[in-house]
């Protein structure tokens, strides 16, 4: 079987570790390395937290490069109040067996897509899109090498979380987002309209806790955790999984149904910071360079997510 060389970029984040258990044992899945920015909470912690994940999934194969800690022209931004201080939930944290690998991660990204054939690598990015847009910055011919890119960021229908029309990790580097949308790359974004529809219930968290091994034990623990911040922030019993969809949709592309559209970002009013413009209408937007997903099977992203985390540790 043909498997999907993939980057993961991110800022785990208690969603993030769930994509991340994800993806360490899905067997569809060629892990080049996960990327680290600040968003959550600083990209010395995101770092270390995706050391610790790679360590609980056994896969210390995987690369983790530090990056960006901060947007490329704002305050940076955190979100403990939903993540916790460490950016784990009410795990423990702990220094990781194994470092970050050296060099900085706009250039892990830069040389493993250049030296891989076009649109061969893909790129999943959970976080602010800081890493990304560096990226492209530093070689411009990135935009047409990458394969998709599948981005959790945005909102349309259904709100922002942050702001009245605002995602996070689109608020908290608009700048970037605008840039990465503005590139050619092709872009498929997970928004609030799609990852509310997947909601860790009670049944989904123990179907993923029933395998057992010690990755299922922390992606349980994540959403555990997010039920009861999000019912006592927000009152909603089973909270929405967002980072796990773009990974998923790499995954098995069946889950999600995704609309072409065109997608702009707002980076100059402070009211409306980070808000996602999402035009369908190709009358309106002349071309539509991008992709919307507003569908998901949320039970076919749990079951994903119970067999990735059911399998034993293994290597690329």
Same mark, same amino acid.
């Given at each position: 079987?043909?498997?999907?060389?993939?980057?993961?970029?991110?800022?785990?984040?208690?969603?993030?570790?769930?994509?991340?258990?994800?993806? @360490?044992?899905?067997? %569809?899945?060629?892990?080049?390395?996960?990327?680290?920015? #600040?968003?959550?909470?600083?990209?010395?912690?995101?770092?270390?937290? $995706?050391?610790?994940?790679?360590?609980?999934? #056994?896969?210390?194969?995987?690369?983790? &490069?530090?990056?960006?800690?901060?947007?490329?022209?704002?305050?940076?931004?955190?979100?403990?109040?939903?993540?916790?201080?460490?950016?784990?939930?009410?795990?423990?944290? @702990?220094?990781?067996?194994?470092?970050?690998?050296?060099?900085?991660?706009?250039?892990?990204?830069?040389?493993?897509?250049?030296?891989?054939?076009?649109? *061969?690598?893909?790129?999943?990015?959970?976080?602010?899109?800081?890493?990304? $847009?560096?990226?492209?910055?530093?070689?411009?011919?990135?935009?047409?090498?990458?394969?998709?890119?599948?981005?959790?960021?945005?909102?349309?229908?259904?709100?922002?979380?942050? /702001?009245? *029309?605002?995602?996070?990790?689109?608020?908290?580097?608009?700048?970037?987002? %605008?840039? !990465?949308?503005? *590139?050619?790359?092709?872009?498929?974004?997970?928004?609030?309209?799609?990852?509310?529809?997947?909601?860790?219930?009670?049944?989904?968290?123990?179907?993923?806790?029933?395998?057992?091994?010690?990755? $299922?034990?922390?992606?349980?623990?994540?959403?555990? &955790? *997010?039920?009861?911040?999000?019912?006592?922030? !927000?009152?909603?019993?089973?909270?929405?999984?967002?980072?796990?969809?773009?990974?998923?949709?790499?995954?098995?592309?069946?889950? @999600? #149904?995704?609309?072409?559209?065109?997608?702009?970002?707002? /980076?100059?009013?402070?009211?409306?910071?980070?808000?996602?413009?999402?035009? @369908?209408?190709?009358?309106? %937007?002349?071309?539509?360079?991008?992709?919307?997903? /507003?569908?998901?099977?949320?039970?076919?992203?749990?079951?994903?997510? %119970?067999?990735? !985390?059911?399998?034993?540790?293994?290597?690329?």
């Amino acid at each position: 079987m043909d498997r999907q060389a993939l980057i993961i970029d991110c800022d785990p984040g208690v969603d993030d570790a769930v994509a991340l258990v994800l993806a @360490f044992g899905s067997p %569809a899945l060629e892990l080049l390395a996960i990327t680290a920015v #600040g968003g959550n909470v600083p990209v010395e912690k995101t770092a270390r937290n $995706a050391r610790i994940l790679r360590q609980v999934a #056994g896969r210390e194969d995987v690369p983790v &490069f530090a990056g960006a800690g901060r947007p490329l022209r704002r305050e940076p931004a955190g979100a403990g109040a939903f993540h916790g201080e460490e950016g784990l939930g009410d795990l423990e944290p @702990f220094e990781p067996e194994a470092g970050c690998a050296d060099g900085h991660a706009v250039d892990a990204i830069v040389d493993l897509v250049m030296e891989r054939p076009a649109r *061969s690598v893909a790129m999943a990015v959970l976080g602010p899109m800081t890493n990304l $847009a560096l990226a492209l910055r530093k070689e411009p011919a990135l935009a047409a090498r990458l394969g998709p890119v599948a981005a959790m960021g945005g909102a349309r229908s259904e709100g922002g979380n942050i /702001t009245a *029309s605002a995602e996070f990790n689109v608020w908290a580097d608009p700048d970037a987002a %605008a840039e !990465v949308l503005a *590139s050619g790359c092709e872009v498929a974004m997970f928004g609030l309209d799609v990852t509310h529809q997947v909601r860790a219930t009670d049944e989904r968290i123990a179907r993923v806790a029933a395998a057992g091994t010690p990755a $299922a034990a922390t992606a349980a623990a994540m959403m555990r &955790f *997010s039920q009861r911040v999000e019912r006592e922030i !927000v009152g909603w019993n089973a909270p929405p999984v967002h980072d796990p969809c773009p990974v998923a949709w790499l995954v098995r592309p069946a889950l @999600f #149904g995704l609309t072409p559209c065109r997608i702009a970002v707002e /980076t100059e009013s402070d009211l409306t910071r980070g808000h996602t413009a999402v035009e @369908f209408r190709e009358a309106v %937007a002349g071309e539509l360079p991008h992709r919307w997903a /507003t569908r998901a099977d949320a039970d076919g992203v749990f079951d994903l997510v %119970a067999a990735a !985390v059911a399998g034993a540790p293994r290597t690329n």
